[in-house]
Every structure is written in C-alpha cells, then in structure tokens.
C-alpha cells in the first residue's frame, strides 16, 4: 500500500517541476504562435505561415531532444541555463521580428526562421531534461503521463488564451515579453527548488535576476518601442494602433497640402488614403447604385470603415443598409474615434444602418433577407481565409441574396500589376451562372484598381448621378468600362474553395510569394 502511494502521489519538489512543465509548454507554443502570426502579418498567406512556422519549429524542437542526451551531470543547473535562454529569445522574438521587419526587410524570412530555430531547440532541450530530473524518484509509467497531461494543459491554455485574449489585449510585442518574464519566474522557482544541489548559486541567481530586469524593463518601454517601429514602418506619423483578434489596424496621418492625409493599414496593408479614397469609394458604389432605379435595401460585406456606407446613403430612396464586417474592432472604431467620423460623415451612425459582426461567407448561408444592391469590400486575397470569399461558393451565395434587378459590386485588384488575378474573379462570378461587367479606375494610392459587377442581366449605364460626387459624372463614367491592352482579358481559372488558385495567383503576381 505505501509503495503504491509513493508511485502515484508526486512529493512537493516533482509537484513543483510538473508546474514547471506546464508554464514551459505555455510559453513554448506562445512562441510559436507569435512566430507564426508576425509572419502572416508580414509575408501573407496565413495557412502558408503557420504551417511552415509549426513544422520548423517541432524539427527544432526535435533537434533539441536529441541533444539533451549530451547533458549528463548537473541537469538542474543546465534547466536552469536553457530556462534563461528562452526566457531571453522567445520573450523578445516579437521584438526582434518587428525590428528587422522595419529596418532590414529583406532579411526578414532569415531572421524569422532563425529565431523559430533556436527557440524551438531550446525549448526540446527542457522538457526532456525535466524528466530525467524527475526520473530520479518517480516510476517511468507514471512520470510519462504526469509530464505530458501537464504539458497538454499548459498548450490548452496558451491556444485558447492567444487569440481570445492575450493578441487583443496586450499586442504581440507585449504578451511575447510578458511571457519571457513566466520563463524567468520559472527559472526563479528552479533556483529555489535546487538551491542545494546548484555548485554556482550564486552567478545562477545574478543571471536570474538580471534576464527578469532585462524583459520587466522591455515590457515597461514595449509602448514606446512599437510607436516608434510603426512611425518608422508606415513613415508618417502613427495616430491610433490596435490588435484585434484578426488583424493589427494602424492609423497615420501626413496633414499638409498635397499629403496623403489619413491612410489606413490592416496587417501592413494599404486600404485608403484620405486623399484619394472618395475615387475609389465612389467608383465601387455608384456604377450599381446608380444603375437601380429606386434601391431600398442594400447590403455591404467588409467595409467596416464606413466609406461604401456613406457614398449608398446620397440616395434618398434607401430604406435600410445591412453592414457585415468580420471584425467588431473596425466597425467600433470608425464609429466611435471622432477623426474617423469625420472621414465616414458618421454614416455609422445613420439610422437607415444595421451593423452585424459576423463571417460574411456565413452570414450568407444564414440569411433570407434579398437586397437591390450588394456592396463588396474585402481585403485583397493575401491568404485562404480571405480568398474563400472570392470562390464560385460565395458567389453563388450572393446570387441567392440579390434580386432579379439587382447588382453586386465586388472590389478585385489591380488588373494593371495583377492581371490575371483580376480575370480571375471575373471568370468565377460567371462560373455562378452571373454575368460579370468588369471595370477600373485610377487611384493615386493605388494605382489602376478593378471592380467587377455582378448581376442576371446585362449592365445598363445610368442615367443620372447624384451630384455631390468629386470624381465621377456621366460624361467619364463609360471610360471606367474601357480597358487597354495591357489590362485586357486573360485566360484564367475559376476560384473554387477546393482549389483556391486566385491565393496563389495574387500572392505571384503582387511579388509576394513566401519562397
């Protein structure tokens, strides 16, 4: 009866390492994820990201095993040497990826594996260190269960809590140092618990202490450091920057004669210039407004800045506008932030507007509601997630929604630098049975930019416009439908959610390819 209590109740000292397991499992997938997510911010193509992300960090991890066999006397001092490592390297990853993100660019793939390498080495260097620790005094049934239900816990944790919580709350910069500092207290806890077997204790806790000062003094200045990074990254000045659980929004502004004013990024991305965004907004809601004698119920899918929002309520027949933005973040913002207000003329806060968080794709599948005009603005397809929401999939969804009068609007890309992409769009909205009239204009920031409409009868120019507008009228509209020969039509394939050629296409055509 004692030797079974003695095989399965873990003594204060192995109940202690276990707790260890757990945070170096929280803070090991943290890293990971870290990694992965600054790379999809940067490079695009979050599937392509995580997945080459995770695979070279468990190869590292695996490396790292293997040398622990290396590592035969003084194991808890050696935990106690890598705990700091990690500490060091996985709590100021963040850091050290934005950094070379904003002053080394092209080095940016070089750094980041790197950094994935050795932190994943490292990380497979304690786990199996932590067990021949514990071996000494626990059966190895039971030491294998123990170690991995809290290494499974501890990887629970950190998975529900990164996306939910920590992203949104503290920004990458911040959750990565506030999780080198939980490596540096568990280090502090195997100073304590081997105070008695380590030769050096004294140096042991000098390192200590100084690697917890290092990281408590990067996470108290990680506010002005990110500032700093991003004033330099976008070149003008950084007036409002968040982390939601989907995208990093950043705002800056250039005032003066001739600058761009406000410009919005999302994960690095461009999506409006003060300056010139009333061409592009107006380009992608008026050709299919306007062509609808008397709309009343229109619908936005994206755009959760307000600006397709404000030109649809310049019609007065509209009754009702239904908005449909994945990301609360940007629809609170726009509504709330007064310089912001001012660029959207609170068009937010119309009473003609329903505003539903959600996944448009969803959102689609769900609803009956049928509308005259269905606006769509999403982000270029940098990655599948997006691209899922160009596929014949969505659009024969959309087809489903519209009336037999009606119009959709879909922004592409630029049919100038992504040529075939944009033929691309075109070939799937008629692939859903849609006939598809493609169009384009010229925005500064932008460059040529496509649109394409959608709809179950041919396209008729309008007649009239409303007057306020600053870039359109009657007399330029048709040139919108021109296209020269370097933006003609190409062949191209149709974007299906099992092929999601249109990612591929894009992420090549843009320069952007992640290998």
Known sequence: MQASNKTTAPRPIELALLVSVFFVAACGLLYELAAATMASYVLGDSVLQFSTIIGSYLFAMGIGSFLSRFFERQLP????????LVALAG???????????????DSFRLMLYGMVFLVGMLVGLEI???????????????????VLTFDSLGALAVSMAFPLLLVPQLGLVRTGLLFGLLNAMVAFWALWLFRFELRHFQ??????????????IGLLLSDRFTTWAEDKMYQDKVV??????????????????????????????????????????EALVHPAMAAVTGAKKVAVLGGGDGMAVREILKYPSVESVTLVELDPEMTLQFSTQT???????????????????????NWLETTAEVFDVIVVDFPDPTNFAIGKLYTNAFYGLLDQRLSASGYAVIQTTSPLVARKSYWTVVQTIESAGLTATPYHAHVPSFGEWG????SRRPYRLPTKLPEDLRF?????????????????????????????????????????IAF
């Open 77 to 84: 001092a050696h935990f106690l040497r890598i705990e700091l």
């Open 91 to 105: 709590g100021f990853l963040p850091v050290v990826l934005f950094l070379c993100h904003t002053t080394m660019p």
């Open 128 to 146: 199996p260190l932590v067990m021949r620790i514990l071996k000494r005094n626990v059966q190895l049934k039971e030491l294998v269960s123990q």
């Open 203 to 216: 140096a042991h806790l000098v390192a200590t202490i100084c690697t917890f000062a290092v990281l408590l």
């Open 240 to 281: 409002f920057a968040t982390t939601s659980p989907y995208q990093r929004i950043v705002l800056t502004n250039a005032p003066g004669e001739g600058r761009a004013g406000y410009r919005l990024f999302l994960n690095g991305n461009l999506q409006f210039a003060e300056r010139d965004e009333y061409r592009y907004h």
């Open 339 to 361: 310089m912001l207000r001012k660029l959207n003329k609170e068009a937010l806060h119309s009473p003609k507007l329903k505003i539903i968080n959600t996944d448009a794709f």
């Open 451 to 454: 649109f394409v409409l959608a």
């Open 472 to 512: 359109l009228n009657l007399a330029s509209l048709p040139l919108l439908f021109d296209f020269p020969q370097d933006m003609g039509r190409v062949p191209a394939q149709v974007n299906r959610l099992s092929n999601q050629v249109l990612v591929t296409t894009y992420e090549m055509e843009w320069g952007r």
